[in-house]
């Protein structure tokens, strides 16, 4: 399969930007490449259009797999597993944010919960941890509460109010 050259491009960034994100680069290449390819595509294929090691690709699809974001979909005539993702952006970002939540901000959540509760019942612990651990508690919390709110909301409405970004800052008077 021979790519573009703004395919190229972009599949390059997404990797380029997935180590940003704390992902592995060939990781976020797949998911560029399965993001714009219109058909599944087989391990092999995958391997041949981004120069990569099967192996690597294999790793690559199983983490992608477990983020939710890659599936495994039956093609006709074929033996091999081919794969692809959604090409609803909506839906990919909520389903990255969803797992970014599980893995990061629910154990940050559950840690803080138990240093405020021994920082509370420590005599050793100063009034500034205690305060310090407190606040960030509670700004995780009153910021998962919210997220839980905007995602139990249909996609539309979620769009609706991500768009209004600026009436909102008009409606708070603040300049927008």
């Known amino acids: ?89 909506w839906e990919m970002f909520q389903t990255i944010l969803d797992e970014r939540m599980q893995r990061e901000i629910a154990p940050t959540l559950e840690l803080l919960r138990q240093c405020v509760e021994e920082a509370e019942a420590s005599k050793r612990e100063s009034d500034e941890t205690r305060q310090r651990l407190g606040e960030l508690l509670n700004l995780l919390e009153t910021l998962t509460r919210w997220y839980s709110q905007i995602r139990a909301l249909p996609q539309g409405a979620v769009i609706k109010f991500v768009k209004m970004g600026t009436k909102v800052f008009k409606t708070l008077g603040l300049a927008g």
């Open 1 to 89: 399969m021979q790519l573009t050259p703004v395919q190229q491009k972009f599949i390059l960034h997404w990797g380029e930007m997935g180590t940003r994100w704390g992902v592995n680069r060939t990781v976020a290449q797949v998911h560029a490449l399965l993001y714009l390819h219109p058909e599944p595509l087989d391990a092999e294929a995958i391997c041949e259009a981004l120069r990569v090691a099967r192996s690597n690709v294999s790793t690559s699809l199983k983490e992608l797999q477990g983020w939710g974001i890659v599936q495994v979909v039956p093609v006709l005539g074929h033996r091999r597993d081919h794969f692809t993702t959604t090409t609803d952006v």
